[in-house]
């Protein structure tokens, strides 16, 4: 999760997330030298005192700035085409959950299973276990195996919602009326945090997220305790 005075990303916990960090990187590049480039010329073009007579009328340099931007973007574009392609990819999901927005707290229900189903509420801050993060913290959270394509079902009850995850790379609006799919796969256990991102009335800074991320077996041990218990 997030820490303060952070300035990049939060570390990738599934492989887009991953391509999208390297993908970051390598725009963040290409703007950092384009700008050297620019301030480059800046202070040569103010600092200088000769002058060239050629400079309203160069064939040459006309191309090299035409060519050279679209190669440019040529380099930034198709990276980012793969990306988009991956992120909407979903094969064969192992397991399917369906979030559903409330104001102001999420609900969700595992479709494959026949009556695995719960709301997700903010812990208040009196009742805060040690360890646990204020605001961040939920009373169910959503547990999913790794290394397990994982597809959500994102709706909404009454106004939009955004299911996002960092961490994940997902970011899904749920809107009423409307199922939004998005998908996943877990690399490592873990435990990440989101929250809403769509402004969704007075209490929209109160509906976190929490996804765990656990093995297979212990998966299966929750799952079986639940069915239990509903």
Request: glycine share 4%.
């Amino acid at each position: 999760m997030a820490h303060p005075s952070q300035l990049g990303f939060q570390d990738a916990a599934q492989p887009v997330m991953e391509e999208l960090l390297h993908f970051h990187d390598h725009a963040l590049m290409i703007v950092f030298l384009i700008s050297t480039l620019v301030l480059y010329i800046i202070v040569a073009m103010v600092s200088t005192k000769l002058t060239n007579k050629y400079i309203l009328d160069s064939q040459e340099i006309e191309i090299i700035w035409t060519i050279l931007p679209a190669i440019i973007l040529i380099l930034i574009a198709l990276p980012s085409l793969r990306i988009l392609y991956l992120m909407d990819e979903i094969n064969d999901p192992h397991l399917t959950i369906k979030a559903m927005g409330h104001q102001w707290y999420w609900s969700y229900e595992y479709t494959d299973y026949s009556d695995l189903a719960f709301d997700s509420y903010m812990v208040p801050t009196q009742d805060l276990a040690p360890g646990q993060f204020r605001l961040l913290e939920t009373d169910h959270r959503m547990v999913v195996p790794v290394d397990s394509p994982i597809r959500i079902l994102v709706s909404a009850e009454d106004v939009l919602h955004s299911w996002a995850v960092p961490s994940l790379g997902v970011k899904m609006d749920a809107v009423p009326g409307r199922l939004n799919q998005t998908a996943f796969i877990l690399s490592r256990p873990g435990v990440f945090y989101g929250q809403c991102s769509e402004i969704c009335g007075a209490n929209h800074s109160f509906m976190p997220i929490v996804v765990e991320a656990v093995p297979l077996e212990h998966f299966e041990n929750w799952s079986s305790l639940m069915l239990e218990d509903a």
